[in-house]
């Protein structure tokens, strides 16, 4: 029995219909659906060379750090910033919401399990895509209620004018494709690293380290409705969890050996993490 769905074919962007094993389109044009659950919608001229996004080894890393729990305080936060939202609209309806970005589901499948205990929500509509198709993987393993896609941001296979919300995570964007495909005046969450963030971390890997320049900005088409910032301190204890911490980050790239050697020998780790979230509407 087919379902339709909010995904778009990528090759003539026509609406997606999920069938048994497939999605297909009107045109004839199918992608089969992963043992997972998810589709892959990345054609290869969305993509450059080599395997996109983040790789397993990192996807693994910022899975079990935070399924630790060290970024739950922010995920709260970031929960309650896009249910403030969803209470301006009307609930006696299906809630349609895109993490762009999602990584590993993480805060994809937080946000749901949120949702679900608000009274008046009839339905949630939820999408996950991510350029990693490892960790689209481990995204799909952790809520089948969400369907989730290997997709660029840049080229997001999401029907136009079908999203009440779009969830952006420290994730590339394309704000021309965010507002295509948002809902008049529907709501683009943003959340970006403050300038503090991970600072004890960088002071352990580098002699000089500097803050953060300022990230999450957002062009034309969009009106800043709030912004407000998560700051806490977080302490690592084993040498597991701090190397998972540097994995996840973009420091594991472009940092020499011999200091990630150094810091592989620590046993406890106090960090400040800092996170800016702003909350636009689409003009």
């Known amino acids: 029995m087919s379902k339709k769905s909010l995904f778009q074919c990528p090759v003539c962007s026509n609406a997606l219909v999920q069938g048994e094993r497939q999605y297909f389109c009107r045109k004839g044009h199918s ?8 589709v892959n919608l990345l054609l290869p001229s969305h993509i450059g060379a080599g395997d996109p996004g983040d790789h397993k080894e990192m996807i693994e890393c910022r899975r079990d750090f935070l399924n630790k729990g060290y970024y739950e305080i922010f995920s709260d936060h970031l929960n309650e910033a896009l249910i403030s939202q969803v209470s301006d609209m009307d609930k006696a309806k299906e809630i349609c919401i895109l993490d762009a970005g999602c990584g590993e589901g993480y805060y994809t499948s937080r946000l749901r399990n949120k949702l679900l205990t608000i009274d008046g929500i009839d339905a949630i509509n939820m999408y996950g895509i991510d350029v990693s198709k490892a960790a689209i993987h481990y995204a799909s ?10 997709a660029s941001t840049y080229h997001t296979p999401i029907l136009s004018e079908s999203m009440d919300t779009i969830l952006c995570v420290f994730a590339p964007r394309d704000e021309q494709e965010f507002s295509r495909i948002l809902k008049p005046s529907g709501k683009l969450i943003i959340a970006a690293p403050g300038a503090r963030h991970l600072l004890g971390l960088k002071k352990a890997l580098y002699e000089e380290s500097s803050f953060i320049g300022q990230k999450g900005t957002v062009g034309e088409g969009f009106e800043l409705l709030k912004q407000f910032n998560v700051s806490y301190d977080i302490h690592l204890k084993g040498s597991e969890d ?6 996840m980050t973009p420091y594991s790239r472009h940092t020499d050996q011999d200091a990630v050697e150094d810091l592989k020998k620590l046993d406890k780790l106090d960090t400040e993490v800092d996170f800016n979230i702003m909350i636009y509407q689409k003009i």
């Open 31 to 38: 992608y089969d659906i992963a043992r997972k659950g998810y």
């Open 141 to 150: 393993g952790r809520d089948k209620n969400i369907r989730f896609a290997v």
């Open 242 to 247: 701090i190397f998972n911490l540097l994995m």
